[in-house]
């Protein structure tokens, strides 16, 4: 079962695929897909948006939401075939089809971290973090901090890893550490920048601009939905029932303030900080063709292949084949 570039562009026309009512009745006819998460990860917002106004049910499937403490045990549960689908990113379903895998991805979120400073900082541009103090999420071989060092390396001449003191540490240390002024910058995951924004940090530089300076043409998936390529050929109608599903999730949460009202415990945020959290989200629902992402991340590998070696990607230079699912591409 193909579906058209034109279709799943901006994924608009894939959410108006489906009624968008009354939550549904769980069924036991409709294929059920075990969907793996982090207990606290963003992507609940989405579930519980297909979820609350039973959007996998009116499309044919049922979501069911299996949780873990950590990317690695999600990992490890899709690996192992404990669960259908996960939420990833391309440079992890590449090694994996490099090393004989059969992951693929659908597009999830375009949403990706930013350095950020106070907004009285006198840090105003890249070179002025030289000698500063710069908190990093993620680790050495975070795909945000190595792009950003490209860029720095680039344009200024700078090599930041170097040329600054970085501390590397858990996304929610990193921006307490930031707010009482331990840090003079921190590199965070894209919701913790949105909750830093709220609360009087701006933005210095994103991954975002980051890859559109080297190379990509538009805003890229960070993460998407990854499934194993024969659990899609042996279940294509229900996979493609649950991007519809997403589709509309995504719809749901780009138009109305009142699911994002709804979703104000979940988000764990309320007032001008949940304002932020919605904007930043809807900045990075995918609007672009498979295709055209596609070939902006096999871009953003070499460069990511070059900055991170072997202990990023492994013993591949280029973008395995296939990494994006193929039925979106047609």
Excluded at 89 to 103: A, I, K, M, N
């Amino acid at each position: 079962m193909n579906i058209s570039r034109r279709v799943f562009c901006g994924m608009a026309l894939l959410a108006a695929g489906g009624p968008l009512g009354l939550p549904g009745r769980a069924n036991a006819s409709v294929p059920k897909i075990k969907v793996g998460v982090l207990k606290f990860g963003t992507v609940n917002w989405e579930l519980d948006t297909i979820k609350h106004n039973g959007l996998d049910v009116a499309n044919g499937v049922e979501v069911e939401i299996v949780y873990f403490a950590g990317e690695d045990a999600s990992n490890v549960a899709m690996l192992a075939g404990e669960v259908d689908v996960i939420v990833s990113d391309w440079l992890w379903v590449s090694r994996q089809r490099s090393e004989g895998g059969d992951l693929t991805l659908v597009p999830y979120s375009t949403a990706v971290g930013a350095i950020m400073v106070k907004q009285d900082s006198a840090i105003k541009a890249v070179p002025d973090l030289v000698g500063k103090k710069i908190g990093v999420t993620g680790g050495p071989l975070d795909k945000s901090w190595l792009l950003i060092q490209g860029l720095a390396r680039r344009d200024n001449g700078i090599d930041l890893a170097a040329e600054s003191e970085v501390v590397f540490g858990a996304p929610a240390l990193l921006s307490e550490k930031a707010l009482s002024g331990e840090l003079d910058a921190v590199l965070n995951f894209w919701h913790f920048c949105a909750r830093l924004e709220a609360n009087g940090f701006r933005r210095l530089v994103g991954a975002e601009d980051a890859a559109k300076a080297l190379g990509a043409s538009g805003p890229v998936s960070a993460l998407g939905y990854v499934f194993h390529d024969k659990w899609a050929s042996e279940n294509t109608e229900a996979a493609m029932n649950f991007v519809r599903a997403s589709a509309q999730a995504k719809k749901r949460l780009g138009e109305s303030d009142a699911e994002w009202q709804r979703l104000a415990p979940i988000a764990r945020a309320e007032g001008r900080e949940l304002e932020v959290l919605r904007d930043r989200y809807r900045e990075g629902i995918p609007k672009r063709p498979v295709a055209e992402e596609e070939s902006d991340a096999a871009k953003l590998y070499e460069v990511l292949a070059e900055l991170g070696g072997d202990k990023l990607v492994g013993e591949a230079r280029k973008m395995a084949p296939g990494t994006f699912w193929a039925q979106l591409k047609t």
